[in-house]
């Protein structure tokens, strides 16, 4: 996985170096400098920046527990963590692109010097965005409903800034002044952005005390939780008892809920694009990623750790005979019913006639027919408890086996439906996949028996594993 991550790392690296060059030939004829586009555009880089740091970046609290262990006073400890975070590497991955657009850009009209004062407003700015992100990231780790205050500023900001006055676009135009403040090494560019950066940090410094105290603390409000019968599955015995708790745990339960908000985010955002732009309209194999993805991630995001929620309570499930059976029947019937979001989130290609009716089909049968059965395989496995309500990055540990599993699951059916496009046709592929899926959806009382009498096989061990996690 390192080497991975190094690879991927490497890969962005090399794609951002090639996006300057490209981005210095493509503005260099324009009315305006290549370097003011570029200028102009702050808002778009900053954004972009603000949402990778959710990957890349961790909050104070996150970190600083271990080391209160030790006898270090809680506000040098901040105050270490603050000023790491403003000088980390991470705030100048983006110089793989201003860099090389600089070298090309700027020299020519400010010299070298005006190129140092071009990246170091760049750098400003990005170690600006940091203690802006740690404070919103903070509050979304209390409530996720925070999310929309960031959201909304950077809406109406666009909006009224851009789009809004398209003739006059004062933030366009704001940002280049202030960016070729730097250039010519204004002091007031370099006064504005370093006293918003200090006052984000000592804003971040007194809210960090706080979140700090209640991570170590574990302090939580309870409040009170509405109860919903859900009587209409009654009449499905055992098998919808289990859809009760695996419909409430997804409402109640911190890990499961984020997953499958974060899924759904995903699936938006793709379907979005694919939908309302001509980005991936010339790219086949971006087509089927996101017609695989779609279907696929929600599933990967929840059933990797298949079994592992359920490692809490393992010794009451083992009470009654065939108990984990008719739980397996009920999560296999639930994660066929939550394929209905994907396959309204795909309205929106349909209706823009860039995806087939039957194209979707084919995704949906072979994620319930292939996808599921894969993943429930991990079932066997698992054997580490996770803590569902504590953050996703901490409620347990994702071993070699599930990391190869998911990775099969979501990259395997991208690469068998891609090969039959390339071979035969888009509508070929459809019905393949759809002809195999129904196949192995219809087997799912046969394939899930064989998981339940494997579970079996293991499950002294499995459950003493997951007692030793817990």
């Known amino acids: 996985m390192k080497v991975v991550c190094y690879f991927i790392i490497a890969f962005w690296a090399v794609y951002l170096v090639v996006l300057g060059v490209s981005f210095y030939s493509l503005f260099k004829e ?25 990957v890349m970046q961790d909050t104070p609290a996150q970190n600083i527990k271990q080391y209160k262990l030790l006898n270090i006073p809680t506000k040098f400890l901040l105050h270490t963590f603050l000023l790491r975070m403003g000088v980390q590497r991470y705030n100048l991955f983006w110089f793989f692109f201003f860099l090389p657009f600089g070298l090309l850009a700027v020299p020519q009209f400010y010299g070298v010097g005006g190129l140092a004062g071009f990246l170091m407003g760049w750098w400003m ?85 706080k ?22 599955l009654d009449k499905f015995g055992i098998v919808g008892e289990y859809l009760k708790l695996e419909i409430k745990s997804m409402f109640r339960n911190l890990v499961v809920r984020k997953q499958f908000v974060n899924g759904g985010l995903c699936m938006l955002m793709l379907c979005s694009l694919f939908s309302f732009s001509n980005i991936y309209d010339e790219l086949p194999f971006m087509r089927v990623f996101i017609c695989v993805y779609c279907f696929s991630c929600l599933g990967v995001m929840t059933q990797t750790s298949i079994m592992c929620a359920e490692g809490n309570y393992i010794d009451g499930l083992m009470v009654h005979k065939e108990t984990i059976l008719s739980l397996l029947r009920a999560k296999y019937y639930f994660q066929c019913l939550v394929l209905i979001i994907p396959v309204l989130f795909s309205l929106m ?33 698992n054997d580490s408890t996770i803590n569902l309500n504590e953050k996703i990055t901490r409620s347990g540990k994702n071993t070699k086996i599930q990391m190869l599993v998911s990775a099969a699951a979501m990259f395997l059916p991208m690469a068998f439906m891609f090969v039959l496009v390339e071979i035969f046709s888009e509508m070929v592929a459809s019905i393949v996949m759809a002809s195999i899926g129904a196949l192995g959806t219809l087997m799912h009382p046969f394939w899930l028996k064989s998981v339940y009498n494997r579970f079996m096989k293991r499950r002294y061990q499995n459950m003493e594993s997951f007692r030793n996690s817990r």
């Open 30 to 54: 324009t009315a305006l400098e290549a370097f003011d586009w570029i200028d102009g555009g702050l808002i778009w880089f900053l954004i972009a920046d603000f949402l990778a740091r959710f």
């Open 125 to 209: 700015a990005f170690v600006l965005n940091s203690y802006w992100y740690l404070l919103w990231r903070t509050l979304m780790n209390r409530n996720l409903l925070f999310c929309i205050i960031p959201i909304s500023f950077y809406v109406v900001l666009v909006y009224w800034g851009i789009f809004h006055s398209v003739e006059n676009q004062w933030l366009f135009n704001a940002s280049i002044h202030l960016m070729r403040g730097f250039c010519l090494w204004r002091p007031w560019a370099f006064s504005l952005l370093f006293s918003v950066i200090v006052l984000l940090y000592v804003f971040n410094y007194h809210f960090q005390k």
């Open 211 to 232: 979140a700090v105290y209640q991570e170590i603390s574990k302090q939580h409000i309870d409040t009170p939780v509405r109860s919903f019968d859900m009587r209409f």
């Open 349 to 381: 290609p349909i209706m823009e006639g860039k995806l087939t009716v039957l194209t979707l089909l084919g995704c949906f049968l072979f994620t319930s027919g292939v996808v599921f059965p894969c993943l429930f395989q991990l079932a066997v496995y």
